[in-house]
């Protein structure tokens, strides 16, 4: 069984949209939303859905995986963002993918929720670049061989670049595989902060993990705290 995991924080429009989406088209799978103390109806949305679980956990994108993995039942984790949107066929592709015992896990191409030219072209380079580089981001909608991740002791308890680590800790026990089909994310805050600052800023600050800052000075830095 494939557990999908939904770290979410003042989240409820986006899960008024995906998990009845996520209910219809992929009823095979289990629900596990992690609420890292929403202010909204959060809580409410996802209470009105008996068939999704629902917990209570510290902020913070990794911890919240990490207990929403903790408490599912699946041999195969999924994680996805309540504003990211799963094809038809995603969990037969993950279960193909994950057939081959050299695959420890991989991740989505990704499109966004916008018809600008910009950001179909910002999308085919962060495609191209994760199967150049095996490294996934959680936009793409991660997926992992449950046993692998309880080896690697889940994601790393990091504010920022979480999803990044994981990824380079994957890389050392085997094969990432990069599935063709998309999963479809929000442009929100490539619309509201424009493509060129946002690549800028995306690029800075991975440059700036990879020599060596503190996850928490990029957190700070990314979101103006």
């Known amino acids: 069984m494939i557990s999908i995991v939904i770290p979410v924080l003042d989240e409820a429009a986006n899960l008024e949209r995906l998990l009845p989406d996520l209910l219809a088209r992929h009823p095979g799978a289990e629900l596990i939303v992690v609420d890292g103390g929403s202010r909204d109806a959060s809580p409410a949305v996802v209470a009105r859905h008996p068939g999704v679980g629902l917990l209570s956990t510290e902020r913070g994108r990794a911890r919240q995986m990490n207990a929403g993995a903790r408490a599912a039942r699946g041999d195969q984790l999924l994680f996805v963002h309540a504003d990211t949107r799963l094809p038809d066929g995603a969990l037969a592709a993950v279960k193909r993918a994950l057939v081959d015992p050299g695959v420890v896990g991989g991740r989505f191409d990704v499109a966004f929720d916008s018809a600008r030219p910009i950001l179909k072209v910002v ?16 936009d793409q909608a991660i997926f992992v061989r449950r046993s692998v991740f309880e080896a690697l002791g889940g994601y790393p308890d990091i504010p920022l670049m979480e999803d990044v680590e994981l990824s380079k800790r994957l890389k050392r026990r085997g094969r990432l595989e990069a599935l063709r089909l998309r999963v479809t994310t929000s442009a929100r805050k490539w619309e509201r902060d424009g493509p060129i600052r946002t690549i800028l800023l995306m690029w800075t600050l991975r440059i700036l993990y990879f020599c060596g800052a503190a996850p928490a000075r990029l957190h700070r830095w990314y979101y103006g705290g």
């Open 123 to 138: 999308a085919w380079f962060m495609n191209t670049r994760s199967r150049l580089t095996g490294i996934c981001t959680g």
